[in-house]
């Protein structure tokens, strides 16, 4: 399955030693403005695309200073998600 990100798709990875030390839960976090699409990929390399997700909450994700509490408060149980099988490629750009 591949999800595809339009021309205003940011992608961001956080640092793999803040996974492993358990300081943030999140590895890749990957916004669609255009579609509203929010992916997270979670250190356990599970992957949801959340739906509805407006711009200003993708940010105040990417500026908390702790992504985990952010998620679990303003996210997790707010927005449609659907769970992204582990064999399912990663997002492409369309644009590309």
Do not use: T, W
């Not at 250190?43 to 992504?67: I, T």
């Amino acid at each position: 399955m591949i999800f595809c990100f339009g021309a205003n798709a940011s992608n961001k990875e956080v640092p793999h030693a803040l996974c492993h030390r358990g300081i943030n839960p999140l590895a890749i976090v990957a916004y669609d403005e255009d579609r509203k699409m929010l992916q997270l990929e979670f250190c356990s390399r599970a992957v949801y695309l959340y739906l509805g997700v407006p711009p200003a909450v993708h940010q105040a994700l990417l500026d908390a200073p702790s992504k985990g509490k952010y998620f679990n408060r303003s996210i997790r149980g707010q927005y449609a998600y659907h769970a992204i099988p582990q064999d399912a490629e990663k997002p492409v750009r369309c644009d590309q």
